[in-house]
Each structure stands twice: as structure tokens, then as C-alpha cells.
């Protein structure tokens, strides 16, 4: 048996099958972490390895154990969109932890939360005095969400009535000297436009350009290959090569 | 047609590994006119039963070779247990046909059968 071969051929295998199986799974492993997803990730990821590398099994049993997990996940996620009551027997209800600035004790114990946890939770979304909180919740996938009182929120700007304009997105039109033509025609601008904005940034050629984006207010960013950096802003004390 | 390589690349990969991994069946079979091992093996017991001990050397000569050929072929999809097997069965007949002990070799052409059905 030729061991290195039929490990590269069964890693290449195993690799894009975890590459496809995870596009299948969707971005819901990762933007929604729970217990289950954490270790059914683990278990997808240690079935993947033992089908690249245990040469003393078939790699098709494997396989298909791997396959079983998906599309018992992607059986799970359906479940969970069809029936709310399913999903949170899934996925468990957010707990209440603190209300008003009062620690739920028993919350806490169900949960299996210590003080210092909470309070560590608190630190970290810059709330340093419990009694800023009027509720703290613990999210299935393990954050802790907190809403201050009133008193101790951030001002902002319909607070104050102040005059406010629609929120936009800044929208690249060139990337590495290409023009992203369908995000020109998206933010209403045409190419005489672009080049005329690239003239008054003293740019006469497209491939002067590495980067360009409308901000959301409407002013062109540009950013071109020559940076014109000097060495002042250099925080390496010595001279390298590392 | 970006959409139609989209489903149809992967859906390609998909195949071609669960060919790979299930090929083993097929292809321990011969694919030229030196690899049939089991035929070989099958001779091997003739020429035992009647003692033709030279004959049944060379048949296990063809043997050794006919694997050398399969084992690259199968080694994808077959585990290395079963295939160590079949090296040592094959190994085990030769020196029960060098020491002309037929009681030494049946067992083992009869290991040999068993291995190789379940082989792929």
C-alpha cells in the first residue's frame, strides 16, 4: 500500500467535502453558536479527520457518517423554521440573569453561571456597576445581552431631535484598477462621473488605482498603488529580515 | 450557465469521491491478461490437489505479481488491514508450496477466498 498516496487522495477528498458540507450547512453554525452547534462542529471535524487520515478503515464509512451529520443538521434547521417550540426544545430560551440591577440567583444556578462570570460579562460590554442594568440576558449561543436603565444609555440623535439622513453603505466601484460596473449603476453614477472624481484626485489612469468606494455620503474614498508612506510611522526597532 | 457549474462541479466531486471509495469492488477485478488474481489462486489449488508442486509455484508467482498490479488500484476505498491480509495469505501459500506441504496451504487459499470476497 502506498500510504502517503492514498492519505493525499483521501485528504483531498475530505477536504472539499467539508468545503461543500459547510456551504450546505450554511452560516448558521457560525453566526448562531450553541452548545449543539459547537459540538456537532467538533464531531464533523473530527469524523473529517479520521476520514483523511485512518488508512485502516474504509473511507467510505466515514463518509458517510459525515454525511449522516449533515443532513441531520440541515433536518435541524428545517425542524427549527417550521416549529418555534422545536427550535427552543433545540436551541433552549434565552435566561434572565439580572433585572432592574438585581442578580437572579436562581437563574444564575440554572444556568450554571457564577457571580464573577456575570459581572465579567458586564465588564466586557463596559458596564462596570451593576445597578446600570435594567436586564441581562443569557442568549442560547452563550453571549450575555445586556440593556442598561435609561438614566445610564448614550444619548443620541432622535433623543435630541437632531436632523438625521438615511444610513448607506460605502459601495466599492474600483477594485485592483477594475471598475465594479454593476456598483456604479447601483449607487446612480455613471463612468464620466467616476473618471471626472479620479481627475480631481489628480488620477489619470485606471491602473493607477488599487481601491475606490463612495462613502455613504456620497464622496468618492480612493486609494492608489503609489502610497507615498515615509518611515516615521514604522514601530519595528530593528532592521529585520525576521 | 455560472449557476448550472455551480450545482454541477460539485455534484462531479461528489461522484467521483464515492467512486473512489466504493471502486474497490470492481476494480480487484482483471483489467488485462496478467491480473486476475483469483484465477490464479484457484489454479494454485488445483495443481496442490494433484501435487503438481512446479506448476503451482509458477501460478503463485502470477499471483504475487496480478496483486502487486490490484493493490494500487484498490488501495483507495479497501482498508490496509484486508489488503496486509492478502499479502500474507499470498506469502503463506508460497511457503507451503516451497516446503510441498499441501495441509499448509489449503487453509490458507481458503483465507484467501474469504478475504477477497469481502475485498472492495
Do not use: C
Request: no cysteine; proline share 4%; glycine share 6%.
Amino acid at each position: 500500500m502506498q500510504e502517503p498516496l492514498v492519505v493525499i487522495v483521501r485528504a483531498v477528498i475530505t477536504f472539499f467535502t467539508i468545503l461543500l458540507y459547510s456551504r450546505l450547512i450554511g452560516k448558521q453554525l457560525i453566526g448562531n453558536f450553541t452548545m449543539f452547534d459547537y459540538i456537532n462542529g467538533i464531531t464533523i471535524g473530527s469524523i473529517a479527520a479520521t476520514l483523511a487520515t485512518d488508512i485502516s478503515s474504509k473511507a467510505l464509512v466515514h463518509w458517510v457518517a459525515l454525511t449522516v451529520f449533515l443532513v441531520l443538521t440541515i433536518l435541524l434547521q428545517f425542524i427549527g423554521l417550521k416549529s418555534r417550540y422545536l427550535s427552543k426544545i433545540q436551541d433552549s430560551e434565552p435566561v434572565v440573569l439580572m433585572q432592574r440591577g438585581n442578580m437572579l440567583e436562581k437563574n444564575l444556578e440554572k444556568a450554571r453561571i457564577t457571580k464573577d462570570e456575570l459581572m465579567q460579562q458586564l465588564r466586557s460590554k463596559n458596564i462596570f456597576s451593576p445597578i446600570e442594568v435594567e436586564v441581562a440576558l443569557l442568549e442560547p449561543d452563550g453571549t450575555v445581552s445586556i440593556l442598561p436603565k435609561s438614566q445610564y444609555r448614550p444619548v443620541e440623535r432622535g433623543d435630541l431631535n437632531l436632523p438625521f439622513q438615511p444610513s448607506k453603505l460605502t459601495t466599492e466601484l474600483i477594485y485592483d484598477g477594475k471598475v465594479i460596473a454593476q456598483n456604479l449603476e447601483q449607487r446612480k453614477k455613471s463612468k464620466d462621473w467616476l473618471m471626472n472624481q479620479l481627475k480631481m484626485h489628480g488620477i489619470h489612469s485606471l491602473e493607477e488605482v488599487s481601491y475606490a468606494a463612495v462613502l455613504p455620503n456620497d464622496q468618492l474614498y480612493v486609494d492608489k498603488y503609489d502610497d507615498h508612506v515615509g518611515d516615521d510611522m514604522n514601530i519595528s526597532d530593528y532592521k529585520g529580515p525576521y | 450557465m455560472k449557476k448550472f457549474l455551480l450545482y454541477l462541479i460539485p455534484s462531479l466531486f461528489v461522484l467521483a469521491s464515492f467512486l473512489i471509495m466504493t471502486g474497490g469492488g470492481w476494480l480487484k477485478g482483471p483489467f488485462g491478461d496478467d491480473d486476475d488474481l483469483l484465477s490464479y489462486v484457484e489454479e494454485i489449488e488445483v495443481y496442490v490437489k494433484a501435487e503438481k508442486w512446479e506448476e503451482a509455484q509458477q501460478e503463485q508467482r502470477k499471483a504475487e505479481n496480478a496483486w502487486k498490479r490490484i493493490s494500487k488500484r484498490v488501495q483507495y476505498s479497501v482498508e490496509r488491514d484486508d489488503m496486509m491480509a492478502i499479502a500474507e495469505s499470498l506469502h503463506r501459500i508460497k511457503g507451503g508450496i516451497e516446503v510441498q506441504d499441501a495441509a499448509t496451504v489449503f487453509p490458507d487459499i481458503y483465507y484467501f477466498y474469504g478475504i477477497w470476497n469481502a475485498l472492495g
